[in-house]
């Protein structure tokens, strides 16, 4: 391996692209700074907390312009905790899942796995593919994410052509939301978790809930099923009227999403930040277009994800070479999804990362890649 250094010129001011844990600004840490010495370390039943649930829902609100009628409710644990808590509150008998990458094979399989639900219709594409939900009868929640993050796929969010009419469409937005373009109201439930666009730590899922859910929620709540008092909604809806959580939530997080909105509303809210995304991805496909060396996973480009980049190298070109030499200069987690194993970068490109350390990114790479012995000689490939 050679000993390549990418000259200081090139480098772009921040050299973290990760697809999440993402990166933090800085205004965020000073955030963390002023907390130190207000809510943190305080009751979450007390003002000082309370103060800031309620900053995070009104500033979630805000940005998505919800409808009347809706909520944001959040809770501990994650989108992977979230996932089960659907499964318990929210699916009446059956649901549809689109599948087409490893987070949304999750929920699949989540909703599989429950006893007390009927065999979900599975509807699936490989890694790099798009399917989307179509109406079946008996089908009483769709779902599928708005951005598959280990694929770089991203799915429009739609109501469901030939559904029931009392059926729900749950889209997870982890990666998306604050990223990408939406209407809530063309679906039923928004979820996400921070640690994507808006900068923050995982382990809190936030979701963005229409009247219709909320009934869904008060339906099914003390049905005889599996319903632990960690995962219940009804008991997350109740806390979240009070601008609280059913369980002691991180603070940190709190603040640090909270400083997000704020930072993204100032900018100019959510057309703003999908806009940046936007420019990161036309630079950085553009590169791809021009680079021998490179292939798009994603062959539709209606489908390649404006937050989550993924791209294939050539055979000759060792994407564990180019990760080690970046990754010595200061630029990283731009590792591919360790399940594709596949020859691969995957280029994280939420709100806080600039167009122009994108654009710095790709005159890196081509740096890094004419300096390694025998790379780029083969002409483009997708393994």
């Not at 930040?273 to 277009?289: I, K, Q, T």
Request: proline share 7%.
């Amino acid at each position: 391996m050679p000993d390549v250094t990418i000259p200081a010129s090139l480098l772009p001011r921040d050299g973290r692209f990760g697809s999440g844990p993402s990166r933090v600004r800085p205004g965020q840490v000073d955030a963390l700074v002023a907390a130190g010495r207000g809510p943190m370390g305080t009751s979450h039943r007390q003002d000082g907390v309370r103060s800031l649930v309620g900053r995070v829902r009104e500033g979630l609100a805000s940005l998505f312009s919800l409808p009347d009628g809706w909520e944001v409710v959040l809770g501990n644990g994650g989108t992977t905790a979230f996932w089960d808590a659907a499964v318990a509150h929210l699916v009446r008998d059956r649901a549809q899942a689109c599948v087409f990458g490893e987070f949304s094979g999750s929920l699949a399989r989540a909703l599989s796995a429950a006893p007390f639900l009927a065999e979900p219709s599975v509807r699936s594409a490989p890694p790099g593919g798009l399917v989307r939900a179509a109406g079946e009868t008996g089908i009483d929640v769709y779902a599928w994410p708005h951005n598959e993050t280990s694929t770089g796929v991203m799915s429009p969010v739609h109501a469901v052509p030939g559904a029931d009419p009392d059926a729900l469409v749950l889209v997870d937005g982890t990666s998306a939301a604050g990223g990408l373009d939406v209407d809530v109201s063309a679906c039923d439930v928004y979820y996400f978790a921070p640690q994507k666009s808006f900068g923050s730590d995982g382990g809190l899922w936030l979701a963005l809930m229409s009247p219709r859910a909320l009934e869904r929620v008060a339906e099914l709540d003390g049905a005889d099923r599996w319903q632990p008092r960690f995962l219940s909604l009804p008991l997350a809806v109740q806390a979240c009227r009070k601008d609280q959580t059913l369980n002691t939530p991180a603070v940190a997080t709190l603040v640090m999403l909270a400083d997000q909105l704020d930072w993204m509303h100032a900018a100019g809210g959510l057309p703003w930040a999908v806009g940046r995304s936007r420019e990161s991805a036309r630079r950085l496909y553009d590169w791809v277009a021009a680079t021998p060396w490179a292939t798009p996973f994603v062959a539709d480009a209606q489908a390649r994800s404006h937050v989550v980049a993924t791209v294939d190298l050539d055979a000759s070109v060792d994407h564990r070479d180019v990760l080690d030499v970046l990754r010595r200069n200061g630029i990283v987690d731009v590792d591919p999804y360790r399940a594709l194993g596949r020859n691969q970068l995957r280029v994280g490109m939420f709100p806080a990362v600039d167009p122009d350390d994108v654009e710095a990114l790709t005159a890196c790479l081509d740096f890094v890649v004419a300096r390694l012995p025998g790379a780029g000689t083969t002409g483009p490939g997708r393994t």
